[in-house]
């Protein structure tokens, strides 16, 4: 079973201060997805990261794949009250069952003003 | 519609009895899942639907889960004989194809009583 370990669970800052989420897991994905989900709604995907050593930014959001494929850690420059929500990582399996995604608990991330 | 669409968005239910829950997934998406996510949970894979293909239900936790969709298009989720640790959200997403970016909808929130 493939398990993706989230770090931290809750976090609650002040607008403008920096932050780092990260995704452990021991076993190699094919890819790992990041979402940000609202409360009453459904995850929404904000980047994909393919290759080992990846990294991809979105505005101030900056995603790194780590070599191996196996970690990952979602960095957020200048938080924004905005920026507020559950952020999931997600494995996408390699091999047969390549539609699954293998979910971390999530971060709970509280900016406030 | 525009996006994936769930219903009802609230169930509240007694133990015992069996529910319904339904997914109109984007049109022309071939792909369709059901994931479960429960308090302090990530989300958990149930069920896998691709086209014509038999469905992936390795997800799913008891016999008394089902699911079916209907001419590749909406599907629905069955629980019967309801149980207390069946209250979660129950998150449907569709896909254009495997590999895609997959789209979720708002969720059924269902409560057991």
């Known amino acids: 079973t493939q398990l993706l370990e989230q770090s931290p669970q809750f976090l609650s800052i002040q607008e403008g201060e920096n932050l780092t989420v990260y995704c452990n897991s021991s076993?190699?994905?094919?890819?790992l997805q990041w979402y940000r989900q609202e409360p009453g709604e459904g995850p929404v995907l904000l980047v994909t990261?393919?290759?080992?050593?990846e990294v991809k930014k979105l505005k101030r959001l900056t995603f790194q794949f780590g070599d191996a494929r196996k970690d990952s850690s979602l960095h957020i420059t200048a938080a924004q009250p905005g920026d507020t929500g559950l952020y999931l990582c997600a494995g996408l399996n390699s091999g047969g069952s390549n539609y699954k995604l293998t979910f971390g608990k999530g971060t709970l991330l509280t900016v406030n003003p | 519609g525009a996006g994936v669409s769930q219903s009802p968005s609230n169930k509240v239910t007694e133990k015992g009895k069996d529910v319904e829950l339904r997914c109109d997934p984007i049109s022309g998406h071939t792909a369709l899942y059901w994931y479960r996510q429960s308090l302090g949970q990530g989300l958990e894979f149930l069920i896998y639907f691709q086209g014509n293909s038999a469905p992936d239900k390795s997800g799913l936790p008891s016999d008394r889960f089902s699911a079916e969709r209907t001419g590749g298009s909406v599907s629905t989720l069955t629980i019967q004989r309801t149980q207390q640790e069946d209250s979660a959200v129950y998150l449907c997403?569709?896909?254009?194809?495997?590999?895609?970016?997959?789209?979720f909808g708002q969720g059924t929130r269902l409560t057991v009583v």
């Open positions: 990261v393919v290759t080992g050593g």
């Open positions: 076993s190699v994905f094919s890819s």
């Open positions: 997403a569709s896909s254009w194809a495997v590999n895609t970016e997959a789209f």
